[in-house]
């Protein structure tokens, strides 16, 4: 119940196309939503996160999707740019004012490679 | 600049040997965590400690250990009893109140057992 569960384990686009990757998740109480992005051999940096009382969340070329009922979200990257090549983590964790917001569940990571 | 440092970068050790991974941040952040990083596995959370003198076990804390003597310091040891240890180890910290809850990482220790 605890489990993220990310697709797809790696992605291949073409520069200016769409990178889509999804997930979902079981755990109800799971109530924040964070997208991170990592570069090789760098740490994982925020790149936008959503809570349930929204269903989308736009930042520049970065969309969250989310379907409370369906307990799937998604992250659109639009025009996608060799630069967004990285790994892409999603997570959840219950929001509690603030102290568990690192106690993050991530999902499995999706491996994106946009060519030029 | 404000950030989290974690050394060494990169560390082999002999199997049975205990070693110790350090994370400093001066980002005044009040918790900080520990993660280890598998292919294919994601980020998985081994401990964490929301305020000095204080830590609790995450999901995969077993072989190691922690401690939190001080605000900016949270080193991590991997002891003999940690089955498969040869992993990526993060290190990141947080504000514990309000904020927008992000995580802010260091770049990571490679451990490698041989």
């Known amino acids: 119940q605890q489990q993220v569960k990310q697709s797809p384990q790696s992605l291949i686009v073409q520069k200016g196309g769409i990178s889509i990757i999804n997930c979902a998740y079981e755990n109800t109480a799971f109530d924040y939503f964070p997208w991170y992005q990592q570069f090789p051999g760098k740490g994982p940096a925020l790149l936008i996160a959503i809570r349930p009382d929204v269903s989308e969340k736009k930042e520049g070329r970065f969309t969250i999707s989310f379907n409370k009922s369906a307990k799937q979200f998604s992250l659109h990257i639009m025009d996608s740019q060799p630069g967004d090549s990285a790994t892409y983590f999603c997570a959840a964790t219950p929001y509690a004012g603030g102290t568990s917001y690192g106690k993050l569940t991530f999902g499995q990571g999706t491996i994106l490679t946009v060519h030029p | 600049d404000g950030g989290i440092t974690q050394s060494p970068k990169y560390l082999f050790r002999k199997e049975g040997q205990n070693v110790t991974l350090s994370c400093e941040q001066n980002?005044?952040?009040?918790?900080m965590y520990w993660y280890r990083q598998d292919p294919g596995q994601g980020l998985r959370l081994i401990y964490y400690?929301?305020?000095?003198?204080?830590?609790q076990k995450g999901d995969i804390a077993e072989g190691y250990s922690v401690s939190r003597e001080k605000k900016e310091s949270f080193p991590l040891t991997v002891t003999s009893a940690q089955k498969n240890p040869t992993a990526f180890y993060l290190c990141?910290?947080?504000?514990?109140?309000?904020?927008?809850?992000?995580?802010?990482f260091g770049e990571g220790s490679r451990l490698t057992v041989l």
């Open positions: 400690s929301q305020i000095v003198n204080d830590f």
């Open positions: 990141a910290s947080s504000i514990t109140g309000g904020g927008t809850g992000e995580l802010f």
């Open positions: 980002l005044n952040h009040d918790a």
